[in-house]
Each structure stands twice: as C-alpha cells, then as structure tokens.
C-alpha cells in the first residue's frame, strides 16, 4: 500500500474529515516554520490555500520538501511529502489535471470559514495577499494514536522539515513528542526546531491567534517519546491580520519587536 492510498483508509479518512485544519512545516533560512492553515484532502494530495507574499509560498519555490499534521480528538495524522505551488512553478500536466478536483473539495469543506474571511475582510478593511493553491504529494503518512496535537513541533532532518503533534510545556520549553519519527528520520539531536501554539476561537481570520516560537532544539528520545527543549530566539504572535515578531538578545534589553 502506498504513502498517498493510506489517505482512504477508514481511520485516517475519518480522522481527515473531521479536522477543521491542518499545521503545514516548510523549511525557511532559519529552520522549520509551522502554521495552521485551511486545507482539503483528495484521494493522493492534501491541498492549502496559501498568500502569494507570504513566507511559505516564497520558500516553496525554492524547498518544496514539506511537513503536515492533521490534528484529531485522540489522534493525529503525520505526513511528510513534496509541494507543489499551482500558479508559481511551470506544474506537470498530471499535476494541473488535479485541480479540478481539488478547487471544489476545498471550498466545500470551508465553505464556513470562506464566508467568514470574507466578512472579516469587508470588517477590517484589509487587503490581504491573493491565495495560491499548494499541493502535497504524499510521501510517507503515520497515523499516530493518542497523540492529539495541543501544539505542533517542526523539527529539521536532513530530508526537510518533519512536523509532529507535541505537548508543549511553555514554563520548561520542553515538548513531548512521539519519538519515532525523529529517530526514523535521522540526524543530529540537535537542529533547528519551532513550536506552533493555535489558540484560535471561532470562525473567520479575526478570531484566528496563536504563537510560534523558533530557535534551537535538543532531542532526548527514551522508549517510545521524545522530549524537546526548545531554546527560543524568536517568538512571532498574530491575531486577526496582525503579526508580530520578537527578536530575542542577551543582555538587560532581551528583545526588539519587529512587525
């Protein structure tokens, strides 16, 4: 059985439909960079709808070597595969030929969360940038049981950037994650790594917030799970259209905001 065919299977299937969203990894500069998106699943691809100036679609023109979790109640599915940016790179025709497929799914299952980007534009007045279709091909997919996803770790191997359902302790900086996946995936203990807080609540950007914190991670994996000590060195927060980033510094003036 295929990567991309585990896709239809019952549990996984189930646990797809129920997901309101999915946590995309992507590798930038400075490590792995996580955010929860909207997104829809077909019988081979999982498929996000991203802005054209952001982040991740300007690194996956360059690294298309993505990460995914779906999250569930008691579960989560972890996926890891290649991206392709519909309107960007010249696609192959097999790929094109997906989108009609596609378009249709991911509207259906958002069609609430559509309308409300919609109100919420019209609300703030803002002009947020056009979305692009990203798809991801499905390379390897584990279905993790008892692993919910309260917060999502990236974690950089040297095949690209593996994301993994994670509890995340914010007074040690420490999350517990499946240990497996690292330990399949190789590399050093320690690598540039994040954390992915949502804390959203409600439909519609303006009820979207949440926090990823980057920097430098060091692995412990014993037994079955692995712990995580994340020593920051960027915390980005948004809320509605807004973002912004804090730069940490030694010294008594630790940090410098940037938006």
């Given amino acids: 059985m295929t990567a991309s065919s585990r896709l239809r299977r019952r549990p996984v299937a189930r646990l797809i439909s129920r997901a309101s969203f999915a946590y995309l990894a ?16 077909t019988a081979d691809r999982v498929w996000f709808g991203i802005g ?16 995914v979790v779906v999250p569930g109640e008691d579960a989560s599915v972890v996926i ?17 030929a997906r989108v009609p497929f596609a378009l249709p ?6 069609a609430f969360e559509l309308a409300a980007f919609a109100r ?8 947020p940038s056009p979305l692009t279709p990203v798809s991801v091909r499905v390379d390897e997919l584990e279905l993790l049981e008892g692993w919910p996803a ?3 770790l990236g974690w950089m191997t040297p095949s690209g950037p593996l994301a993994l359902p994670a ?10 994650v499946p240990g497996a996946p690292i330990r399949a995936a190789g590399g050093p203990r320690t690598a540039p790594a994040c954390i992915c807080v949502d804390e959203s609540e409600g439909l519609g950007p303006l009820a979207k917030r949440g926090r990823l914190l980057r920097g430098e991670g060091r692995a412990r994996i014993r037994g079955q799970n692995a712990a995580v000590v994340l020593k920051t060195t960027r915390t980005t927060r948004w809320k509605g259209f807004e973002t912004r980033t804090t730069v940490a510094r030694p010294g008594p003036r630790s940090a410098k905001l940037h938006t």
């Fill in 167 to 176: 509890r995340w302790d914010s007074d040690t900086h420490r999350a517990q």
């Fill in 120 to 127: 919420d534009v019209v609300r703030s007045a803002s002009a």
């Fill in 52 to 67: 054209r100036g952001t982040v991740k679609a300007r690194v996956l023109a360059k690294r298309p070597a993505v990460g």
């Fill in 150 to 152: 309260p917060a999502v």
């Fill in 26 to 41: 992507v590798e930038t500069a400075g490590g792995p960079h996580v955010t929860p998106l909207l997104f829809a699943a």
């Fill in 105 to 110: 799914a991911f509207a259906s299952r958002n």
């Fill in 80 to 96: 890891r595969g290649q991206a392709t940016l519909i309107d960007r790179l010249p696609p192959s025709a097999t790929e094109l």
